[in-house]
């Protein structure tokens, strides 16, 4: 009978993993749909593109500030249901953004769609900790950090094949979203806390609940770790570059003489090597962290630093101006414009390892009761880096252009956004003092709980009934 149960749970769970990643697609396209349209939307609606970046910037800042509000309840009550009520909202906010018109319009859709969003990161990293082995972690989460480059290019696709009439990708990610969200409702499970810990997985077999919950004495010692205080603020300056490549990179091309379609898809390609980046980094760090916490934060650092000069190089290149309306063929065929792709692809590659090793980490310095929270803290850092970016690339385009010329002002703004990285690999250099004793710490916790529990389930079984 306890096998049967057993069973149908593991069904279940990978069911609901299955899902919670199709949502967190879905979601992260729709968070996405207009970066690829924000000329196209600032002229339909009267606006400058710097005003449509402000409020994107607007939105990324307001689910930052709700990542926390929802990283709580996920760990206080059911992720399940806490993760359906925010997805009502944001698919709610992408069905609003269908209808409207003008700017004040689309500015309150974004915001509403900020404050839904918050909630599914925090949710499905936490949900795979509950799920995965901790030598595993690193690669999985690597893997499922590719729903995001999912989610955006199916953003930037849906928002340049809709360009006519922006608002459509809306309409289609509410259905579909409201489609899956709906089946999730019907099948999904919340699961097994601490599930995957080798120090508790043997008494939770048995039977044994983990009925450790979050506290508001959880919120003080969260900031008692210095490996949780570094790896949150590493996430400011680690996330600016990103957000700026991800705002800039699909027009500046098009500024270039692409046309829209060429545009995302060069920067979708020269993206390309992230996706490797990610895997390879996810399962080279697991690697390095059976033998050394430390080795696996050295890796990390020196990943990140590598990457800026190519990135730098890359946007120092004098690209030539080509015919309006050129695709993927003139690019291929114009000097500079290969090896730019080249440099892109390269530091691509190195830049992604410490998004993919950030989770597990920090879930190995943490009690399962408490990781939705917490990397509700990191998604809120992170999000505050994604929010600085819009507004930073709008500030430093105007400036450069003025200083050097109109061809100058989105390089010159991607270069120094680059170098936020280098504040971002100290603070992962830094967790290097820290990490082992934060590390025996949790797992010196975790076999106390695990005696704790079977002695409850032995005078469970032996009282009379």
């Known amino acids: 009978m ?17 899902l919670v990643i199709v949502i967190f697609i879905i979601n992260s396209s729709a968070q996405f749909l207009l970066y ?32 926390i509000f929802w990283g709580y309840l996920g760990d206080k009550y059911s992720k399940k249901y806490v993760l359906i009520v925010s997805s009502i909202i944001w698919i709610a906010a992408s069905y609003y953004i269908f209808f409207v018109t003008t700017f004040g319009g689309l500015f309150l859709g974004e915001i509403l769609f900020g404050l839904g969003f918050g909630a599914v990161w925090p949710i499905c ?13 690193g690669k999985t989460f690597s893997i499922v950090g590719l729903s995001l480059g999912l989610g955006l ?3 930037l696709f849906l928002g340049s094949m809709f360009q006519s009439f922006w608002q459509y990708p809306f309409l289609i990610v509410s259905i579909c979203g409201t489609i899956v969200v709906f089946i999730f409702f019907l099948v999904g499970t919340d699961l097994k806390r601490g599930g995957a810990e080798h120090e508790l997985k043997s008494v939770l077999d048995e039977g044994a609940i983990y009925h450790y919950e979050i506290s508001r004495e959880h919120l003080k010692k969260i900031w008692k770790k210095p490996t949780n205080i570094n790896l949150f603020v590493q996430g ?33 390609l020269s993206q390309g090597t992230n996706v490797a980046g990610s895997i390879f980094a996810g399962w080279y760090a697991d690697r390095l962290a059976v033998r050394s916490q430390q080795k696996r934060l050295l890796y990390i650092s020196l990943s990140i630093l590598i990457a800026i000069p190519f990135f730098i190089g890359a946007f120092l290149l004098p690209y030539p101006t080509v015919p309006a309306g050129s695709g993927f063929d003139v690019f291929w065929g114009t000097a500079l414009y290969p090896i730019g792709f080249i440099l892109i692809s390269i530091g691509s590659f190195f830049a992604p390892a410490a998004g ?6 920090i879930e190995d310095v943490n009690e399962p009761e408490v990781r939705s929270t917490i990397i509700s803290f990191h998604a809120l850092t992170d999000r505050i880096g994604n929010a600085i970016g819009p507004g930073l690339a709008a500030g430093l385009s105007v400036f450069f252009a003025n200083l ?26 830094l967790s290097m003092k820290y990490i082992d004793k934060d590390v025996g710490e949790m797992k010196d916790l975790l076999k106390q709980r695990a005696k704790e529990l079977e002695q409850n389930l032995e005078r469970t079984n032996t009282s009379p009934i």
């Not at 009267?46 to 307001?62: F, K, N, P, V, Y």
């Open 356 to 361: 993919v090793n950030w989770y597990a980490v």
């Open 236 to 268: 400011i300056p680690g996330m600016i570059p990103w957000a700026v490549l991800l705002i800039i990179v699909p027009i500046y091309f098009q500024t270039l003489g692409f046309d829209a379609n060429t545009a995302n898809l060069i920067a979708i």
């Open 36 to 67: 690829s349209n924000q000329e196209v939307v600032a002229i339909a609606l009267g606006q400058t593109l710097a005003d449509i970046r402000w409020m994107i910037g607007a939105s990324l800042l307001t689910s930052a500030s709700t990542m």
């Open 404 to 429: 050097f010329g109109p061809q100058w002002g989105d390089p010159w703004a991607l270069i120094i956004a680059s170098l936020f990285w280098i504040p971002c690999a100290f603070f992962w250099l």
């Open 153 to 155: 290019v199916i953003g």
């Open 125 to 137: 990293y936490s949900l795979l900790g509950d799920i995965v082995k901790p030598e595993s972690r």
């Open 2 to 18: 306890v096998r049967m149960e057993s069973r149908w749970y593991n069904i279940r769970a990978n069911i609901t993993v299955f």
